[in-house]
């Protein structure tokens, strides 16, 4: 019999064991937490985005750090099995706008479920309140310390993610673990998270989405333009565009933002469309301008740190204040002010070196029969459903090798 110990019962603890469990092969998890699956329940606003419906090679584009590691582990497990493999356990799923997968029935309740269930028929022995504090090899053997008890084991798992939102569980456990056995942690930063900036955001803001516009980020050995849709939070700009340019930009300092609210438009059109407006309302003013050409809540923002004449009388507006007006509205600064904290990002960045595991089998090319799984590697991927097909493919992966 093969003793197994998996630490950590998210997604990939969960689905690993579920795998590799079977009568020659005796799997435990130990999780700190009273139940299974805590992040788990949390992840797409409580409907779990499970997987991305994407062919491996498009996929792997989503992939931010290493996705040429998990070139083996996708294709051993790929989005359509993942699929399968819900769909033949008694839970039906949808594909939504972007390929993302959800169950049918919106709960993320549905894939713990599914997966637990599935884990206990395998024969999995579920340890719950058991945080693990210490684990070594000693001889062939691993031993695995939790605050009341010892465990012996052949195989050792690690599944016990990053270091964002520690009130699941994720509290970076394993980086230590991994220390200790040799192993070298790339630092961990925050991804997919908001951005702190300098200027002022206004109360109007806070439940306003402003679409369609591109932020430009840039720094000495980076650039890269990101379209689509941003929110506000007191101190920073969220929502989709940011939370993709954090995960780009968290391993730089010196970073320029650039926010352009006219994409669509190039500046020769948006002078025309300026120009109309100056025609056919001469008698208005400049802050009458403005609100033709930006949303309500953001008016205030823009003109805060714009610097024009708002009370000045369209017929006298100059065409340098028109080409000004162009200036702002296509190339306005935010000043970056850095990411929020680690425990409020979505996933981590960083965490055990790729180079010293096995791409195949995450097993640790430092230690026999140590694996890493999941989010506790350095990889990390944009929102969508990739980081939890990475921690159930890398999952299947070692369960395969075991
Ligand atoms: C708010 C939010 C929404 C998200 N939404 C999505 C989404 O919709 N789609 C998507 O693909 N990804 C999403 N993610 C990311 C995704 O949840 C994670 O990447 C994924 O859960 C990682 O799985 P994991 O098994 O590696 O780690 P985790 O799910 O974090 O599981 C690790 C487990 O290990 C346990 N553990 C840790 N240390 C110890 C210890 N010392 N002893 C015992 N147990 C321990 C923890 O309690 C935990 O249960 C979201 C993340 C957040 C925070």
Known sequence: ????????????????????SRSDVEVTILESNPKPGKKLAITGKGRCNITNNKPVNEFINHVVRNPKFLYSSLNQFTPQDTMEFFESHGCPLK????????????????????????????????????????????????VVQTKLNEYRADKLVIATGGKSYPLTG??????????????????????????????????????????????????????????????FLPNSITGPISLT???????????????????AL????????????ITKTPNEDVRHLISTLLPKE??????????????????SFSKQERLDLINYLKHFKLTFDGLDDIEKAVVTSGGVNVEELKQKTLESKIVNNLYFIGEVIDVDAFTGGYSLQIALSTAYAAAKDI
């Not at 019999?1 to 590799?20: H, K, T």
């Not at 205030?300 to 610097?307: G, R, S, Y």
Request: hydrophobic share 40%.
């Open 1 to 20: 019999m093969i003793r197994v110990i998996c630490i950590g019962a998210g997604a990939a603890g969960l689905f690993f064991s579920l795998n590799a």
């Open 95 to 142: 594909v939504e706008r972007g390929d993302r997968v959800f169950p049918v029935s919106d709960k993320s309740s549905s894939i713990i479920d599914c997966l637990v269930k599935e884990a206990k028929s395998s024969g999995v022995i579920f340890k719950y309140n058991e945080k693990v504090i210490n684990c070594y090899k000693d001889n062939e053997e691993f």
């Open 170 to 231: 994720s509290l970076g456990d394993g980086y230590k673990f991994a220390q200790n056995f040799g192993h070298t942690i790339i630092q961990i930063k925050p991804a997919l998270c908001p951005i702190k900036i300098k200027e002022r955001i206004h109360k109007e803001m806070l439940d306003f989405t402003l679409k369609n516009v591109e932020i430009l980020a840039e720094s000495q050995h980076f650039k890269k333009k990101i379209f689509g849709d941003l929110e």
């Open 245 to 263: 340019l954090s995960s780009l930009i968290n391993r730089f300092d010196d970073v320029r933002l650039i926010l352009d609210f006219k994409p």
């Open 266 to 277: 190039d500046n020769e059109k948006l002078s025309n469309r300026i120009l109309r407006e």
């Open 298 to 315: 953001v008016r205030e923002f823009f003109i805060e740190n714009t610097n024009f004449d708002l009370d000045k009388k369209l017929n």
